[in-house]
């Protein structure tokens, strides 16, 4: 992926911030979680069809399942990574898979992301060293 498609995604993932969080929702300023973030994001961009559509997902159901549903739709469009940049995937195991994720905005001189935070209420930026004690990857987007 090129610095500026980089640049690019960080911009509308910056869009998003302070939208709400609220589960399966994609609307910019009203609510977003997660999972659709990415979603909108690539989609705002044309970097992943407009169809692609991760929903129905329960609240939980990381909690209770060991199928990779996040991770299985992010390597229909991405590739791991082992340096991220801006603009790729991070995703954190939470339960027992992979189940929480945001989009690499900085790298220097810390790892930053934007993600959808239930706790936090919105999406936020925020360190991924304050996740790193999860098992979590990288991933980029095929462009």
Known sequence: ??????????????????????????????????????????????????DVDPRPYAPDWHLHRNEEIYLGWVRRFADPVDAPQAGDLVLFRVGRCFSHGGLIEATEPEI????????????????????????????????
Do not use: K
Request: glycine letters at 6%.
């Open 112 to 143: 930053y992301m934007i993600h959808a935070s239930q706790e936090a209420g919105r999406v936020e930026r925020a360190e991924v060293r304050r996740w790193a004690d999860r098992p979590h990857g990288f991933w980029r987007i095929r462009t």
């Open 1 to 50: 992926m090129s610095n500026v498609m980089g640049e690019r995604i960080v911009a509308e993932a910056r869009r998003w911030l302070r939208t709400p969080y609220h589960h399966q929702a994609d609307v910019l300023g009203v609510g977003v979680d997660c999972a659709m973030l990415p979603v909108r994001v690539f989609t705002a961009l044309n970097l992943i069809p407009a």
